[in-house]
DNA sequence: GCTAAAACTGAATGATAATTCATTATATTA
DNA sequence: TAATATAATGAATTATCATTCAGTTTTAGC
């Protein structure tokens, strides 16, 4: 019974809690987190409210997980990019912005909920950016450091200044 | 007693509709407008909890009294610039640019409150995208419109796009 | 098919906070 | 100044939800 080992019961359960999530982060990015109701999501995702608390601590804990998700993929695919050896700074950028866009565009109410709820709480905010948004950005700014090294950018920037700003930039295009 | 108009009550109660919008713009750009209580406002402001429902409907509407007042603030100052016959089309742009930030530097409370709480639901993003917002957009696009027929500005974008992503840009930048 | 364990449910609970309104304070008028 | 009207108050009411949990259904092993 054990595959790749995986139990189908611990693989149910991922698909389910996949679902809570994708529930969450259209509900959330249609009325925000606080007017979107436990009750809604659980409506959405087709299961009774108490089903959410035996896969998440709490409220708060699924919008933490969006987060979570929404940054372990795009870091999932942005670190290969970065670590190329082949490529120079300036493609590795070009890439790593298309990456950025192609999931913001694949998933609308992602961006929508990382976007807005993450500016929205300083408690977030700070949250996050112990952890991963920085990882994201700390991986930009590499490329960012390898570029001026390579003499391909300036050395007048600050890397992870830079990081900030080019993707902030990027998302307040997307949207 | 009639002066310009206006009765000394009707100013006196003027006063105190815009103390409570101070109030209420420096308790929701800290907090944000879901953990802001109608108390917290009515303290910050020396009134009475029950006082707020003597000026505005319920607190919805007071948040939406700070967009109201927000944007009249800066269309009033914006329109003369547009509508200003001697100037050229980068000029009028340069100085709404300039008004846009000094606006936003002034009242940081104010410019958080309007960014991130207009953003946060579809709801208000609606509500106000059928008014004031695109008025002032509006304004904004007539200055690209008169710049493209002069020839100083290239015609290949929409002006309402270009006014969007424009002031979505110094939006960003300011904070 | 039977049974125990695991998973699920949704009505009940409790906490928080918006709103109301009977009462009190203040202003206006005669 | 007294009478009346207007404005303000804040405790009580009500509404809203996150969370819990006693009871029900589903699953898995035999």
Request: aromatic share 6%.
């Amino acid at each position: 019974m054990a595959l790749k080992g995986y139990r189908v019961k611990d693989l149910q359960r991922e698909v389910k809690r996949e679902k809570i999530l994708d529930a969450a982060t259209v509900e959330i990015a249609h009325s925000g987190y606080h007017r979107t109701t436990v009750s809604a999501v659980a409506r959405r995702a087709g299961i009774g409210d108490g089903t959410i608390y035996l896969y998440f601590e709490n409220k708060e804990a699924v919008l933490v997980s969006i987060f979570e998700r929404a940054m372990q993929r795009i870091i999932g695919e942005a670190r290969p990019i970065v670590e190329d050896s082949e490529l120079g700074a300036p493609d590795k950028l070009r890439r790593l912005i298309e990456l950025h866009l192609s999931l913001v565009g694949m998933d609308r109410d992602m961006a929508v909920v990382v976007q807005v709820e993450l500016r929205h709480s300083l408690h977030f905010l700070e949250l996050f950016s112990r952890s991963r948004v920085r990882e994201y950005l700390g991986l930009i700014a590499e490329v960012v450091d390898q570029g001026r090294n390579e003499g391909s950018f300036r050395k007048d920037a600050d890397p992870l200044f830079t990081a900030k700003a080019l993707f902030g930039l990027v998302d307040e295009m997307a949207t």
